[in-house]
């Protein structure tokens, strides 16, 4: 009772009141005079050799007696069923959390199994959209309506919104099969996608103009700029304002404009890659496997006009040296070509889209299309 438990005062030693009513429903008492309220029953295996285990209930203030009680009578028939409640508090305490879940999912999966542009996409979907609102909550805990309403915050970018919900319901479907989160959990699953509109654009032969003349003025004069008058700017040049981009970016953005590859493959591509005898280049690897793209004349002229400086054909920063790396990207040539040839909105990969609409309209089928594209 309440008075009973109020009348309990601390000990050098920590004690246990047990009930008169519930067996195993007690108050325990320690030395700093806290109270709280426990459950203790015997394991499983059942006989008087069985383990005593003990549940914490709750503490004193926070419920009643009667509260209390209540509480270890639904403990004690779950017991009778055959359950054990500590083992259960003990694997909700020690369940992985989603950062934690989403961690082994890219190191076991996604980086083992899938190439890195994947895994890097994968990742960044995952640590910047999902883990900041939900990663310290428990996985098999995180539900439907928390996905959905995170979905809903990504409503301005539906293309990525949708990705995001891709991403991780395939993180579940690998939780489910390794014992990370209950088999067949997906709160990803069942959550209505954006309507996405098509992101294709095909350039007219007045906006392929603009786009070529704007790729050789940035790589002779340059591309001029202008300086803001309203801002105070050190160290800026007082006669030549223009910027230009090397040789290799240049050759870069014709590459993609001629032979519909993908930004990566151009940008990892080898000298020892290219067979201009016979127009060929020849990708040991690329998003669909092993590829070969077939190069037409425009190709073919790039690619001998172009200096070799090291083993990649667009070289970077690090052309030469012994532990040579490809180019990252064409982020700033390419912002700065768009601009000029006044394109917004163009995205490199279009040239890829551009490519294939060339085919189309000279009456290529669609399976000499994909061959030339290198689908699978």
Do not use: C
Not at 194 to 211: I, M
Request: net charge positive; no cysteine; aromatic share 6%.
């Amino acid at each position: 009772t309440k008075r009973i438990v109020d009348a309990a005062e601390k000990q050098a030693a920590r004690y246990t009141l047990f009930d008169s009513e519930i067996k195993g429903f007690g108050l325990r008492v320690f030395p700093s005079g806290a109270k709280s309220w426990i459950f203790e029953y015997k394991g499983s295996e059942g006989g008087r050799r069985a383990s005593t285990r003990r549940v914490t209930i709750g503490a004193v203030g926070k419920l009643t007696p009667d509260e209390a009680r209540s509480l270890a009578d639904l403990l004690r028939a779950k017991v009778r069923l055959g359950d054990d409640p500590q083992k259960e508090k003990t694997a909700q305490r020690e369940a992985p959390t989603l950062a934690e879940v989403a961690e082994r999912f890219l190191a076991a999966h996604v980086k083992a199994k899938r190439k890195a542009a994947t895994a890097s996409h994968y990742e960044d979907a995952l640590n910047r959209l999902v883990l900041r609102t939900l990663g310290k909550r428990k996985a098999k805990e995180v539900t439907r309506g928390d996905l959905a309403k995170l979905h809903l915050s990504l409503a301005a970018t539906p293309f990525q919104a949708n990705r995001m919900l891709a991403v991780v319901s395939s993180m579940y479907q690998w939780a489910g099969k390794h014992g990370e989160t209950p088999e067949g959990y997906n709160p990803a699953s069942g959550i209505e996608r954006f309507a996405e509109e098509g992101r294709e654009r095909f350039l007219s032969a007045d906006e392929l103009e603009r786009l070529g003349a704007a790729i050789r003025l940035a790589e002779t004069d340059g591309i001029p700029w202008e300086i803001d008058r309203d801002k105070k700017t050190k160290h800026v040049p007082k006669t030549k304002q223009a910027t230009t981009i090397d040789p290799f970016a240049a050759a870069a953005l014709r590459l993609l404009i001629f032979t519909g590859a993908r930004v990566g493959e151009i940008l990892n591509l080898k000298w020892a890659h290219v067979d201009l005898e016979r127009g060929l280049l020849l990708l040991p690897d690329s998003k669909t496997g092993k590829k070969t793209i077939v190069l037409n004349a425009p190709a073919m002229q790039i690619l001998a006009d172009l200096d070799r400086v090291g083993a990649y054909v667009i070289a970077g920063a690090s052309a030469g040296q012994k532990d040579e790396k490809p180019r990252t990207d064409l982020k700033r040539p390419w912002a700065m070509v768009r601009k000029q040839a006044k394109l917004d909105g163009l995205r490199l990969h279009d040239l890829r889209h551009n490519f294939a609409s060339f085919g189309a309209g000279g009456g290529l089928g669609l399976p000499i299309i994909g061959k030339l594209l290198g689908h699978a």
